[in-house]
C-alpha cells in the first residue's frame, strides 16, 4: 500500500504538490489525471523518491521515504518499484537486451547467465522478440513503450509507476500499451500508479482516478464515479472543455519547463 | 544602476558557489562509491577505448607539430645570437616533458573526449536516463562518473608520454632535416641532460589535469537543464571551464613540485 500524507514540493519558491493525500490500495491501479504541469509527475517522482518532499510523508509497506536518509536505504526502498518513464528513458549505448536486464544487475542476485533468457522472457509479456540486439535508436516509439515496460519489471517489483504510458503513440499503439498494462496487473498482481491525460486510457486502466488541480487532489473515484462527477474542475477535465474554471488558472500556474527541470537539477546534484 | 550591478554580482557569486558545492559534493559521493562498490570496469574499458584510443591521432598531430614549431624557433633564435643551432634537443626535450607534453595532451583531450562526455550525459540527463539510473538500483556517479574518472587517470598520463615522444621526434625533423644537426647531438643535448625528475614533473602533473578534466566534464554533464539548447551549453561551458582549470592548475601544481624539489 502507498500512503501519501500532506505532501508538499516546491521548486524555487513555486509550489507544485500543495497537500497530496491519496491511499493506493494493494492490487489497484490507480489513475491520476489533471493538466500540464499540475504536479502529476512530480508526484510520481516523490513516491520513487527521485525527488524530496518538503513536507508530508509517503509510505509504502511502512517505509517512509522522507525519512530515509542514506544512499543504501533510499536503494533499498526503491526495489519494490519499477518506473516506466515518459519518453522510455532507454540507455542510446546498450542494446535491448541488456536495457532489459540492467536493474538485475543492481537489485537482485540472478547470474548473469540468466540474464539473457530473462530479457527475452520479459520482452515476449510485452509482446516483442527478436529485438534483444537491436539499439534503441533502431525502435518505434511504441516498441521504446514495452521495451521500457519489460525493463520496469525485470526485477519483479511489487509497485509499477507509469508517467504518460501513452503519450505520442498512435491510438492504436496506445490502445496496444493500455491491454498490457492491464495484462500485467493481472498477471503480476502489482499495485500500479499511472499519470496521464489521456482519458480514454485512464478509463480503461484504472481501478481509481485520482484528479489533480494546482498540486492538489480534487477528487479520488471509480471511473464510473468520475464520468459523471459533479466537480466543475473535474467535469471539465474529462470532457475536455475549453470554457471553465481551469484554463486560465492552469495557465496562470503552470511552472515553467525549464523551472521544474532545474529545480530537479539542483536537487539531483545536492541529492550527490 | 549601482544596485543592479551589485545585485547582479551577488547573483554570480551565489550561484558560483552553490556550483563549487555541488562539485564538492559530486568528488565526495565518487570517492564514496569508488572505496564502497565494485568498480564497473567494463566501463572503465569502454571509456578508456573512446578517451585514449579515439583521442591518439589528435594528440599525435598537435604535438608532433608543436614539436616542430619549437624546433624551429630555437634554432632560428640560436642561429640569429650564435650564428649556429646550439641546444635545439635541449629545450625542445625539456619543453614537451616538462611542459608542453602534459598541457597540449590535456587541452586536446578536453576539447576532444570531455567535450564528448558533457555532451553525452547532458544527453542523458535531459531524456530521464540519469533518473532512470536511480529507479533500476544505481547510482549515476557510480555507473558513469568513475569509470570516466579512472579512465582518464590511466589514458591522459599515457597520452602525455606519447605526447612527449611525438613532440621530441618533430623537433627532430626539423633538427636534422632544416637545421642540419646531426642526430647524435640532438639526442645527446636531450639526454645528456635530463633527468628523472624532469620526467616526473610533467608525468604528475597529467595526474592532476586528468582528475580536473574528468571530473569538470562530468559534473556539467550531469548539471545539464533545458533540452538540446542546454547539452550544448553545458558542452561548451565543460570545454572552456576544464582548458581554462588545466591551465590554472598547470601553475599550481608547478610550484607545489618546485616546493618539493621535483623539477
Not at chain 1, 511502512?62 to 519518453?87: C, H, N, P, S, V
Not at chain 1, 498477471?187 to 484528479?211: F, N, W
Not at chain 2, 583531450?109 to 533500476?136: F, H, P
Not at chain 2, 640532438?186 to 597529467?206: A, P, Q, R, T
Amino acid at each position: 500500500m502507498i500512503d501519501a500524507v500532506g505532501v508538499r514540493k516546491s521548486f524555487r519558491h513555486r509550489p507544485v504538490l500543495r497537500g497530496i493525500d491519496i491511499i493506493v490500495e494493494e492490487g489497484e491501479t490507480l489513475a491520476i489525471i489533471g493538466g500540464s504541469g499540475c504536479g502529476k509527475s512530480t508526484f510520481l517522482k516523490c513516491v520513487i523518491g527521485l525527488l524530496r518532499p518538503d513536507e508530508g510523508s509517503i509510505t509504502v509497506d511502512g517505509m517512509d521515504i522522507t525519512k530515509l536518509a542514506t544512499e543504501a536505504e533510499i536503494a533499498q526502498y526503491r526495489r519494490r518499484f519499477g518506473y516506466l518513464f515518459q519518453e522510455a528513458a532507454l540507455f542510446d549505448s546498450l542494446p535491448v537486451w541488456e536495457n532489459v536486464t540492467f536493474g538485475l544487475k543492481y537489485l537482485t542476485d540472478t547470474p548473469r547467465s540468466r540474464f539473457r533468457s530473462i530479457a527475452g522472457d520479459k520482452l515476449a509479456l510485452v509482446g516483442l522478440k527478436d529485438i534483444e540486439d537491436l539499439r534503441p535508436s533502431e525502435l518505434s516509439g511504441g516498441m521504446k513503450k514495452r521495451v521500457a515496460l519489460a525493463r520496469a519489471i525485470a526485477a519483479e517489483p511489487s509497485y509499477i509507476l507509469y508517467d504518460e504510458p501513452t503519450t505520442g503513440l498512435d491510438p492504436i499503439m496506445s490502445d496496444v500499451i493500455n491491454d498490457l498494462i492491464i495484462d500485467l496487473q493481472k498477471k503480476l498482481k502489482v499495485t500500479s500508479i499511472v499519470v496521464t491525460h489521456d482519458m480514454r486510457s485512464a478509463y480503461k486502466i484504472a481501478s481509481r482516478m485520482a484528479m489533480l488541480h494546482e498540486g492538489k487532489v480534487l477528487q479520488v473515484a471509480h471511473p464510473e464515479v468520475i464520468k459523471i462527477s459533479t466537480n466543475a474542475h473535474v467535469r471539465q477535465f474529462v470532457d475536455g472543455l475549453s470554457e471553465g474554471p481551469i484554463k486560465m488558472k492552469i495557465k496562470e500556474y503552470e511552472p515553467p519547463e525549464d523551472e521544474e527541470e532545474q529545480g530537479r537539477a539542483d536537487e539531483t546534484a545536492r541529492r550527490r | 544602476m549601482i544596485g543592479a550591478f551589485f545585485g547582479a554580482g551577488g547573483r554570480w557569486f551565489l550561484e558560483t558557489a552553490e556550483s563549487a558545492g555541488q562539485f564538492a559534493l559530486m568528488v565526495r559521493s565518487a570517492a564514496f562509491w569508488f572505496l564502497r562498490s565494485r568498480v564497473e570496469w567494463r566501463q572503465v574499458l569502454i571509456q578508456m577505448l573512446r578517451i585514449g584510443v579515439e583521442s591518439t591521432p589528435v594528440v599525435t598531430m598537435t604535438t608532433l607539430f608543436t614539436g616542430m614549431v619549437l624546433a624551429l624557433q630555437t634554432g632560428a633564435s640560436s642561429n640569429a645570437l650564435l650564428n649556429e643551432p646550439f641546444f635545439v634537443g635541449t629545450v625542445v626535450g625539456f619543453s614537451m616533458v616538462m611542459e608542453l607534453g602534459p598541457v597540449m595532451s590535456a587541452l586536446v583531450v578536453s576539447g576532444r573526449a570531455g567535450a564528448a562526455i558533457a555532451a553525452e550525459l547532458g544527453t542523458m540527463k535531459v531524456t530521464d536516463q540519469i533518473d532512470a539510473l536511480y529507479t533500476l538500483g544505481t547510482d549515476p556517479v557510480r555507473y558513469l562518473v568513475i569509470p570516466r574518472v579512472l579512465a582518464f587517470v590511466v589514458t591522459l598520463p599515457i597520452l602525455k608520454i606519447m605526447a612527449d615522444f611525438t613532440g621530441i621526434f618533430g623537433g627532430w625533423v626539423v633538427a636534422y632535416f632544416k637545421l642540419g644537426i646531426p642526430t647524435n647531438t640532438y639526442w645527446h643535448d636531450i639526454f645528456d641532460y635530463m633527468e628523472v625528475d624532469n620526467f616526473m614533473h610533467g608525468f604528475l602533473k597529467s595526474f592532476v589535469f586528468a582528475f580536473a578534466i574528468s571530473f569538470i566534464c562530468c559534473f556539467k554533464g550531469l548539471t545539464t537543464s533545458g533540452g538540446a539548447e542546454g547539452v550544448g551549453k553545458s558542452t561548451t561551458a565543460a570545454v572552456v571551464v576544464s582548458m581554462t582549470a588545466v591551465l590554472i592548475l598547470d601553475y599550481f601544481a608547478t610550484a607545489v613540485l618546485v616546493a618539493l624539489g621535483i623539477t
